[in-house]
């Protein structure tokens, strides 16, 4: 995987996430049946280009409808991805990632997320429990239905994707942004701003898409190895690892989105990825 | 962790979302993801 060049893979992701065309010519969202399925990434579905479904909006969707508090389809659909790629997906295949690490390419001193500031990193599952599974199903209107919570309040992809072309596209639309779009621009003007000094601070700390497929990190079929007898701890890897992660130490560190930089870095050649785990001749250590 | 008990795990994810899956589409999930999808949801886009 290290191998193949990231970015190409991230902007075909990105163009297959949003290849519907019509939709931003026309200013019409498309209706096939491919929105029956998930895309791996965070893509809004609301975008006029998107082709596939969002995980965490479907997600939401279910368990705010009024027959449902919990989707096996959509938790399916993430064990099965989870299971195999992990957050490959967040490092390979979404395109807010990728809008993300376009924008840390503008030339600007950079920060890191260390010390107290790592700890941040836990926020991303609070929002996954209480925006995504429990308001939805819990607060409710008069009809049973629940809200997207965080859709509706959080995410700045949504605004990007959705909001944005529909605002220029539709001036019915346009007339009914308020406060709330305000609200949500002011977030997606934040997570720009932190983005051009912080790699991937959405991912980092916010997206509760990245932290389901962090919870598979220990168990993915995809995954990285150390050979124990190569490694000298040179610390070359986590001087290039833009996540901070310490790779010699956790290569499959739930925060690692698998971009393949400490593979690259390693001058003695004592990291690798590879699917399941089969006949190790040296000894090595994935934890 | 030991590598075959991870296998283990990781073969009996890939069961179960299998499992799930199939679950969710017989309980008609599907449509409520697309009837969702197929419709601009003005909640998500800071519009409703």
């Avoid at chain 1, 934040?190 to 389901?212: D, E, H, Y």
């Amino acid at each position: 995987m290290a191998s193949l060049n990231r970015r190409w893979v991230q902007i075909i992701a990105a163009i297959g996430s949003n290849g519907y065309w019509p939709g931003f010519r026309d200013g019409a969202i498309y209706q096939g049946n491919l929105k029956k399925v998930c895309v791996p990434g965070l893509n809004c579905y609301s975008c006029p280009g998107a082709l596939g479904s969002c995980p965490i909006g479907s997600l939401q969707a279910v368990i705010g409808s009024i027959n449902y508090t919990v989707s096996f389809y959509i938790i399916g659909f993430l064990t099965l991805t989870g299971s195999i790629m992990g957050r490959l997906v967040c490092g390979w295949l979404c395109p807010f990632g990728l809008i993300q690490e376009l924008f840390y390419k503008i030339p600007t001193p950079k920060m890191r997320l260390k010390g107290l500031a790592a700890n941040l990193k836990y926020l991303k599952y609070v929002i996954l429990a209480v925006f995504v599974l429990i308001l939805p199903a819990l607060w409710v209107n008069s009809a049973g239905m629940g809200a997207p919570a965080f859709c509706k309040y959080i995410c700045p992809a949504g605004t990007l994707e959705g909001g944005i072309p529909w605002v220029l596209f539709n001036a019915s639309l346009r007339s009914a942004a308020g406060f709330l779009f305000v609200w949500k621009m002011v977030l997606l003007v934040l997570t720009v701003t932190f983005s051009i000094l912080i790699f991937r601070p959405f991912c980092r700390v916010i997206c509760p898409l990245g932290a389901v497929y962090a919870l598979f990190a220990p168990v993915s079929l995809y995954r990285y190895q150390i050979d124990e007898h190569r490694c000298t701890r040179c610390g070359t890897c986590v001087k290039t690892c833009k996540m901070d992660v310490v790779a010699f130490e956790k290569p499959n560190d739930p925060e690692c989105i698998r971009c393949g930089d400490c593979i690259k870095s390693c001058p003695h050649g004592a990291l690798r990825s590879e699917f399941f785990i089969l006949n190790n001749s040296a000894p090595t250590t994935d934890d | 962790m030991d590598n075959k008990l991870r296998q283990r795990i990781s073969v009996g994810l890939l069961a179960g979302s299998g499992l799930l899956i199939s679950l969710g589409i017989f309980r008609g999930e599907v449509g409520i993801v697309f009837s969702k999808a197929i419709n601009i949801c003005l909640e998500c886009i800071g519009l409703g």
